[in-house]
């Protein structure tokens, strides 16, 4: 999709009909300059959610969302997806379409699937987005989302850029979370329940370029994500018609488990404490390793592990 809105750009700007060059223009205006749907709630289409489309994107690999307790909707709930994978085609199939049946699982929770603010630069890519109720992932807009009532929730996909260059099909799943705290920090100043949410798969979607710590290809990629703010795994999956290279992601089942809430009070900045702060950290990331014991035997992952790291490591 972004490729396609890049190129239709282009077609509107070499376009010889100078009202839809001059209205092209003042899009693109209106875009830069003034354009803040990213930031509050989006444009949320659920007609674009429920396509049918999206139902055959799901049963490709296939993709299944799994409830394991009720969420009611009297709080925010901000959901905290792992692994990162390549490029989280899970967290995007269950959190920004209705394909695995969200809005059923979980009524009354309003979700917002949270990504990097340079997607909404692309010319129609970012109210694209938008109308899938995806949101720029900034301070700015998680609080908007969380204070505005009940029910009112957030997805991120904590472990970033930095976690992606470590997806690979693996039996021990490396999560950057170790030193990620802001994400507890955010639901304690809104009193937001967390919710640790795991997807078995998104990391056999694709293989990716051997890249271990100090090796110069990592630290070529480390440099491009501190100057660009997004990662560059080498990876490949499979072509159209053949299995041995291309772009597009292996047909591997991905199976997405939402874990029980750990609720948190709802403190004035002032009070939130660096104890505080690790207190609930720890117990996101023990709720999170539990989630996944528990489960990782039913996808052919008995003798899995998660480890954590930081973004140092």
């Known amino acids: 999709m972004p490729w396609i809105c890049l190129y239709t750009s282009f077609v509107l700007l070499r376009c010889h009909n100078w009202y839809i060059v001059a209205g092209f223009i003042a899009y693109l205006t209106w875009m830069v300059f003034f354009q803040t749907s990213s930031r509050r709630g989006g444009f949320k289409q659920q007609w674009l959610r429920r396509l049918e489309w999206w139902t055959w994107f799901a049963e490709y690999f296939p993709i299944h969302l799994h409830k394991t307790c009720d969420l ?70 998680c609080n908007y989302i969380l204070e505005k009532s009940f029910g009112n929730s957030i997805s991120l996909v904590l472990g970033g850029a930095k976690e992606s260059l470590d997806a690979r099909p693996s039996h021990e799943y490396i999560l950057t979370l170790k030193n990620r705290k802001g994400f507890v920090k955010l639901g304690l100043a809104n009193g937001a329940s967390l919710v640790p949410v795991f997807s078995f798969g998104e990391n056999d979607l694709f293989d990716q370029v051997p890249n271990p710590q100090g090796s110069k290809i990592r630290k070529i990629q480390i440099k491009i994500q501190k100057h660009l703010g997004f990662a560059t795994p080498f990876f490949k999956g499979r072509g159209i018609f053949q299995y041995a290279v291309g772009f597009l992601p292996n047909r591997h089942a991905i199976d997405t488990y939402v874990g029980e809430p750990i609720h948190l009070p709802k403190l004035s900045r002032d009070k939130i404490t660096p104890e505080i702060v690790d207190k609930y950290h720890g117990e996101y990331m023990e709720a999170l390793k539990r989630l996944f014991d528990t489960h990782k035997g039913k996808h052919g992952n008995a003798d899995a592990t998660i480890k954590y790291v930081n973004d140092n490591e």
Request: with cysteine; proline share 9%; aromatic share 14%.
């Open 72 to 141: 009611p909707p009297d709080r925010p709930y901000l959901f905290g997806c792992h692994p990162h994978g390549i490029i989280s085609l899970g967290a995007f199939c269950n959190f920004a379409t209705e394909a695995t049946g969200f809005e059923e699982k979980f009524p009354g929770i309003n979700l917002r699937l949270l990504t990097l603010k340079a997607n909404f630069r692309i010319p129609f890519y970012g109210l694209y987005l938008s109308m899938l109720g995806i949101c720029d992932a900034s301070k700015e807009s």
